[in-house]
């Protein structure tokens, strides 16, 4: 009996079918990031008006009805009896531009900002990118030569006689430089005392760790605010007579001081996550304290807490404008003096001028938080347990 | 023998002190402590100098000193005679009032923000990764200031008010709300209250308690909303209703009476809740996104719900890992509630800045300022200390 | 690697040197010293010191200080300056950061006393006044019960707003910003009903509203504010240069000596001119400057009234009358002692 296969063996792959269109491009990826419950489409709807609710009269604002152009308030001010609205006065802030950048500092000397300017972009992004050489080199660069060469470029140089640069007084800095030159030295001369302060407060020296804890906490816990009201107005008292500071290097001081705690902190984090065999290998190879630190420790421990420099740099950058209360000229108390200059004012000059401070405020903060998620991630492929 | 113990004699015989670790120790220490006692008398003579060549008064006496400006918020009785040292208190006041209610604000904006960001919804998420980026990348007293100029630009005047339901007004000078005023009956109510809360917490307690022990739930959350509501509602009622309602009304150039919120304290806690709920929103997202997911399954396993699975597995979890870098950022929100100088608003730096000012007691002023910081500093990383051991994993 | 970061901590420490004076015993010798004066002003106030767009300072209270110097050096231009809020100001002149302190402060017993400041004269009689809106219908002080009152803190307006308000039985509201800019862009703004200041300051600062012409000055002046440079206590000679200069310069005007006539004027018979412009007597080494003191100041600064008028007079946006601070004999209280 002839028994006819019932079996069909395919001999051949089925044609593929491509996945059902609800799961696919546009409208599956919709589907299931935005409509797969009633509850999900109703707080995608909710968001969709919300985010239009924000950015449209933004937008409307800052764009459609700005004013781009003007020579002085009537540009941006609404002429009696018209019905048309007026936003951004963007024609203020490029009338201004200058003295956002540069403060009062002279015109024919400002040349001497933008260099130093360049040679901090030039030493600084190299320095940033993982892939190119000359680590060691453009550090020293970075934090030593630059340092000294900026200084007298700024402040001016004059031997004997002789007028090399012409000097210009602190009191004609202002704007964006300001707040580069509080953060930068900030952040420079806290890194090393904050070393110094977290390796104090790890020490086994009962005094040098309680100095060093005390030192921290106190720091840590007061406002900047009054710690820059006490070096403008406590620190001249300290000093004896006759002997002054300049202005902005009060302000440097507490500054430091003030991110000096914050800087131990995130370096204590690194010094406790090197195990404790790194230590001991270094004892045992008969290094003593500074060698081992130095050598053995300090650039791993450094290397881990990047991230967390660079987001204490964000915090101090955004601190600087507090200077302001103290009457020192940085980038938002230029903007906010300059809103007051009667030939500016109009009703959204005040606006403009936040907004401003607000967009370049956000280009730093933002690229360097992302350098720092950026760092973290390369960091992390070697050890991640 | 002999030779074995020269051979240990010696070591011991030629350690100098200088290579000895512990004398090395104590004399950089001694070193240390000669630097800060030397550095210390000398701040101290140049300013002892200082004060003495200028004929400065120096001390707290000036604190008992009527203080003769005028503040315009005060939680407490305060006139132009009042002293120094009470205006000061006035600022200690609204530098808590501000803290406490910013505290509570940025906490829970800050808690759906987190949780937003983690939503499945891709608009969602997107929105709130916006705000997070957008709010904590500008400096906090640029929001300050903006938001203040922006209340006091974008609101109409005194006598132009925007009107909700007859009796709240918003305008230039503030927000006005009826302010309720309880007559000497209400004391029941109030004892009502309490009594509702005493049950409450014996209520939660007990329920926890049986359900240990049998498994057995109780909606003790339920119960106690309706106790604290119900009974001093009762209270009032037997009473009948002793509360009457204080209404602001326009009277020449500003409303008066009724309950008053000044524009520099909505915007300065307005600035506070957003500028910190954005941190607070991912260090919630950090702790939800530690707990491993395993946890999220093995709930599901279970049986629980998404609801309970979020709020009796996940979050309790992510609370051990929030508490910490929470807790110092209701420190920053209480030191950058310092920021309020900048609007006007009467705080302690602001009020503190005030006396400066009016008598030149730098030095005094300066470590007032410090010391309530300090303190303010200490007392909440001691409760949240305390929290955190409360919630800390037990182990075995 | 922590080897190179130390070296790097002390110089960026370093990196700004301080300005570290020997301490002197005299203020004078030690201005000649350095080769300039520091003067405190203000952080801007038109009129008084106001900093232009390229960092130049002008004002009556600037001319004080350019003055000074021209009586030092014989030049206007030996002058630095230091913005000072109203809470610095007084540490600064303690400490020794600037020589003189000219920055519309208000002579007061405290701030002669306790602060351990000597005021030097008074370059500008002024009293405390009101601004508000116009369309408030305001027209007296005594109407504005229940005001919200904007003012800067730390000043003496704040307090005689609340000895005023408080003795006309009158409840009110202070808003008390730290910067002057912040007190006038909140009454711009319309936080406040009344701008309180110096009546000189609430025509300065009108200038900078957004409509000067929607508000009106009241006409209630309620407090005295003598306004003078001050210098610290304890140091007799330069107290005694600061406040000569002054005196010269109304002198000068009283006697009609000018910018422009004062080379002439040196051959006028008037012993009091001899004298002033050290023709005759040797008032200006008592003094320890050169005896041609005025001569200087004078020709490079002007005499007190056309500093006036240059800063804050009639024709100038401020469009102040000189009023109390007319001289003596034009119905003011500005007098000078005599030079002789």
Known sequence: MSQTSTFQIRTEEAPRLPAPVSTTGLIGWMRQNLFSSAGNTILTIFGILLAYSIFAPLIQFALIDAVWSGDNRDACVVPDGSTETVGACWAFVKAYFPQFIYGRYPTEEIYRVNIVYAMFAGLLIPMAIPSVPFKKLNAVLLLIVFPIIAYYLLTGLVIGSDVILPIVETPFWGGLLVTLVIAVTGITASLPLGILFALGRRSDMPIVKLVSVIFIEFWRGVPLITVLFMSSVMLPLFLPEGVTFDRLLRVLIGVTLFSAAYMAEVVRGGLQAIPKGQYEGAMALGLRFWPMMGLIILPQALKLVIPGIVNTFIGLFKDTTLVMIVGMFDLLGQIQTSTSDPNWASPTTGVTGYLFAAMIFFCFCFGMSRYSIFIEKKLHTGHKR | MTTRDTEVAQPEARTSLINDPQARAIFFQVLLVAVLVFAGYVIVTNTVANLQRQNIASGYGFLENIAGFGISL???????????????????????????????????????????????????????????????????????????????????????????????????????????????????????????????????????????????????????????????????????????????????????????????????????????????????????????????????ALGLRHGPTLRLVIIPQAMRVIIPPLTSQYLNLTKNSSLAVAIAFPDLVSLGGTVLNQTGQAIEVISIWMLVYLSLSLITSAFMNWYNQKMALVER | MSKNILPLALGAAMGIVASAAAAQAGTLDDVKAKGFIQCGVSQGLPGFSNPDAQGNWTGLDVDLCRAVSAAVFGTPDNVKYSPLSAKERFTALQSGEVDVLSRNTTWTLSRDTSLGLNFAGVNYYDGQGFMVRKDLGVSSALELSGASVCTQTGTTTELNIADYFRSNNMPYEVVAFEKLEEVVKAYDAGRCDVFSNDASGLYATRLTLTNPGDHIVLPEIISKEPLGPVVRHGDDQWFDVVKWTHNAMLNAEELGVNSSNVEEMKSSENPEIKRLLGVEGTFGEMLGLSNDWVVNIVKTVGNYGESFDRNVGPNTPLAISRGLNALWKDGGIQYAPPIR
């Open chain 2, 74 to 300: 005060t939680l407490i009785d305060y006139s132009e005679t009042s002293s120094y040292g009470r205006a000061i208190l006035v600022g200690l006041l609204n530098t808590v009032l501000v803290a406490v209610v910013g505290v509570v604000l940025a906490s829970t904006l800050g808690f759906i923000i987190g949780v937003a960001r983690l939503s499945k919804n891709w608009v969602i998420s997107k929105l709130a990764y916006c705000y997070v980026e957008a709010i904590r990348n500008v400096p906090l007293l640029l929001q300050i200031v903006f938001w203040y100029f922006l209340l006091l630009n974008a609101v109409p005047s005194a006598r132009n008010s925007m009107e909700a339901f007859g009796s709240v007004f918003l305008n230039n000078r503030g927000l006005f709300m009826p302010k309720p005023v309880f007559g000497p009956e209400a004391v029941l109510a109030l004892g009502a209250l309490i009594v509702a809360v005493v049950a409450s917490i014996v209520i939660k307690i007990w329920a926890s308690r049986r359900q240990m022990a049998t498994g057995q739930q109780f909606p003790s959350g339920l119960t106690a909303l309706g106790l604290i509501v119900l009974l001093p509602l009762a209270g009032l009622v037997v009473t009948g209703f002793p509360v009457t309602f204080d209404y602001p009304v326009l009277k020449g150039f500003n409303f008066v009476g009724g309950q008053r919120l000044i524009p520099e304290m909505i915007a300065l806690i307005t600035a506070l809740s957003i500028y910190t709920s954005s941190f607070i929103a991912e260090i919630v997202r950090a702790g939800i996104q530690a707990v491993s997911h395993g946890q999220t399954e093995a709930a599901h």
